[in-house]
Protein backbone atom coordinates (compact mmCIF):
# COMPACT_ATOMS: atom_id res chain seq x y z
CA UNK A 1 0.00 0.00 0.00
CA UNK A 2 1.26 3.49 -0.70
CA UNK A 3 2.01 5.30 2.44
CA UNK A 4 1.09 9.06 1.39
CA UNK A 5 -2.17 7.95 -0.61
CA UNK A 6 -3.14 5.39 2.53
CA UNK A 7 -2.64 8.43 5.49
CA UNK A 8 -4.91 10.67 3.04
CA UNK A 9 -7.24 8.65 3.25
CA UNK A 10 -7.39 8.01 6.29
CA UNK A 11 -7.80 11.90 7.72
CA UNK A 12 -10.44 12.57 4.72
CA UNK A 13 -12.68 9.12 6.68
CA UNK A 14 -11.89 10.17 9.87
CA UNK A 15 -13.17 13.46 9.14
CA UNK A 16 -16.19 11.93 7.42
CA UNK A 17 -16.81 9.79 10.35
CA UNK A 18 -16.16 13.07 12.90
CA UNK A 19 -18.84 14.76 10.79
CA UNK A 20 -21.40 12.28 11.24
CA UNK A 21 -20.74 12.07 15.73
CA UNK A 22 -20.96 15.71 15.52
CA UNK A 23 -24.53 16.06 13.15
CA UNK A 24 -25.57 13.02 16.04
CA UNK A 25 -24.31 15.66 18.63
CA UNK A 26 -26.21 18.72 17.82
CA UNK A 27 -29.25 16.53 17.03
CA UNK A 28 -28.79 15.42 20.70
CA UNK A 29 -28.59 19.09 21.68
CA UNK A 30 -24.73 19.09 22.77
CA UNK A 31 -23.79 21.73 20.68
CA UNK A 32 -20.37 21.86 22.77
CA UNK A 33 -19.30 18.73 21.65
CA UNK A 34 -20.71 19.23 17.95
CA UNK A 35 -18.49 22.65 17.99
CA UNK A 36 -15.36 20.62 19.10
CA UNK A 37 -16.15 17.38 16.61
CA UNK A 38 -16.52 19.62 13.33
CA UNK A 39 -13.61 21.55 14.39
CA UNK A 40 -12.04 18.29 15.02
CA UNK A 41 -13.50 17.02 11.23
CA UNK A 42 -12.38 20.36 9.97
CA UNK A 43 -8.71 19.72 11.08
CA UNK A 44 -8.49 16.17 10.01
CA UNK A 45 -9.98 17.36 6.16
CA UNK A 46 -7.08 20.07 6.16
CA UNK A 47 -4.66 17.79 7.43
CA UNK A 48 -5.68 15.61 4.24
CA UNK A 49 -5.58 18.12 1.91
CA UNK A 50 -2.07 19.28 2.88
CA UNK A 51 -0.87 15.65 2.18
CA UNK A 52 -2.79 15.47 -1.32
CA UNK A 53 -1.57 19.05 -2.23
CA UNK A 54 2.00 18.08 -1.37
CA UNK A 55 2.07 14.47 -2.75
CA UNK A 56 1.31 16.71 -6.18
CA UNK A 57 3.21 19.25 -5.76
CA UNK A 58 6.36 17.14 -4.93
CA UNK A 59 5.46 13.20 -6.49
CA UNK A 60 2.72 13.85 -8.73
CA UNK A 61 -0.20 11.88 -9.32
CA UNK A 62 -0.54 8.34 -10.17
CA UNK A 63 -2.70 7.37 -13.09
CA UNK A 64 -5.38 5.09 -13.49
CA UNK A 65 -4.11 1.78 -14.16
CA UNK A 66 -6.54 -0.91 -14.49
CA UNK A 67 -7.64 -2.09 -17.84
CA UNK A 68 -8.37 0.05 -20.79
CA UNK A 69 -11.55 -0.78 -21.62
CA UNK A 70 -13.41 1.00 -17.76
CA UNK A 71 -10.35 3.40 -18.08
CA UNK A 72 -13.26 6.29 -19.44
CA UNK A 73 -15.86 5.22 -16.67
CA UNK A 74 -13.17 5.51 -14.13
CA UNK A 75 -11.86 9.13 -15.29
CA UNK A 76 -15.88 9.83 -15.25
CA UNK A 77 -16.18 9.10 -11.64
CA UNK A 78 -12.69 10.69 -10.51
CA UNK A 79 -14.18 14.55 -12.67
CA UNK A 80 -17.32 13.45 -10.19
CA UNK A 81 -15.46 12.77 -6.89
CA UNK A 82 -13.28 16.26 -7.48
CA UNK A 83 -16.28 18.09 -8.27
CA UNK A 84 -18.34 16.78 -5.10
CA UNK A 85 -14.32 17.04 -2.85
CA UNK A 86 -14.41 20.75 -4.29
CA UNK A 87 -18.19 21.65 -3.76
CA UNK A 88 -17.71 19.91 -0.09
CA UNK A 89 -14.77 21.41 0.67
CA UNK A 90 -16.27 24.64 -0.39
CA UNK A 91 -19.57 24.79 1.49
CA UNK A 92 -17.41 23.14 4.35
CA UNK A 93 -15.24 26.57 4.77
CA UNK A 94 -18.88 28.49 4.55
CA UNK A 95 -21.06 26.24 6.99
CA UNK A 96 -17.46 26.62 9.35
CA UNK A 97 -17.16 30.91 8.81
CA UNK A 98 -21.06 31.01 9.61
CA UNK A 99 -20.58 29.06 13.03
CA UNK A 100 -17.88 30.89 14.38
CA UNK A 101 -19.48 34.11 13.19
CA UNK A 102 -22.71 33.08 15.33
CA UNK A 103 -24.84 33.28 12.10
CA UNK A 104 -26.64 30.08 13.37
CA UNK A 105 -29.79 30.16 11.73
CA UNK A 106 -27.99 30.02 8.02
CA UNK A 107 -25.57 27.38 9.32
CA UNK A 108 -28.20 25.52 10.58
CA UNK A 109 -29.92 25.60 6.60
CA UNK A 110 -26.51 24.75 4.99
CA UNK A 111 -24.81 22.41 7.31
CA UNK A 112 -26.78 19.69 6.87
CA UNK A 113 -26.04 19.60 2.71
CA UNK A 114 -22.75 20.28 3.59
CA UNK A 115 -22.90 17.05 5.27
CA UNK A 116 -24.22 14.99 2.87
CA UNK A 117 -21.94 16.47 -0.08
CA UNK A 118 -18.80 15.94 2.62
CA UNK A 119 -20.17 11.85 3.14
CA UNK A 120 -20.43 11.37 -0.69
CA UNK A 121 -16.99 13.04 -1.12
CA UNK A 122 -15.29 11.03 1.22
CA UNK A 123 -16.95 8.01 -0.39
CA UNK A 124 -15.78 8.80 -3.73
CA UNK A 125 -12.45 9.16 -1.94
CA UNK A 126 -12.36 6.00 -0.68
CA UNK A 127 -13.65 4.49 -3.98
CA UNK A 128 -10.62 6.53 -6.17
CA UNK A 129 -8.48 4.95 -3.43
CA UNK A 130 -9.39 1.78 -3.67
CA UNK A 131 -9.20 1.75 -7.84
CA UNK A 132 -5.90 3.27 -7.59
CA UNK A 133 -4.59 1.22 -5.48
CA UNK A 134 -5.99 -1.63 -4.43
CA UNK A 135 -8.27 -3.30 -6.92
CA UNK A 136 -6.01 -2.29 -9.68
CA UNK A 137 -2.23 -1.27 -9.97
CA UNK A 138 -1.50 2.14 -9.89
CA UNK A 139 -0.35 3.25 -13.09
CA UNK A 140 2.43 5.71 -13.55
CA UNK A 141 3.03 8.76 -11.25
CA UNK A 142 2.19 12.09 -13.56
CA UNK A 143 1.12 15.37 -13.27
CA UNK A 144 -2.54 16.20 -12.01
CA UNK A 145 -3.90 16.91 -15.18
CA UNK A 146 -2.25 13.63 -17.28
CA UNK A 147 -3.54 11.71 -14.39
CA UNK A 148 -7.32 12.68 -14.46
CA UNK A 149 -6.93 13.09 -18.43
CA UNK A 150 -4.67 10.61 -19.43
CA UNK A 151 -1.49 10.98 -22.33
Known amino acids: MPFLPTISTFFIVTSAILVAFGWRFILKGNANAHKKTMISAAISALIFFIIYVSRTIFIGN ?13 TIFLIFHIF ?6 IFGVVTITLALKRKINIHRKIGPVTSIIWFFSAITGVMVYLLLYIIYDGGQTTSMLKAILGG
Do not use: C, N, W
Open 84 to 89: LATTGA
Open 62 to 74: TSFGGPDDIKIYY
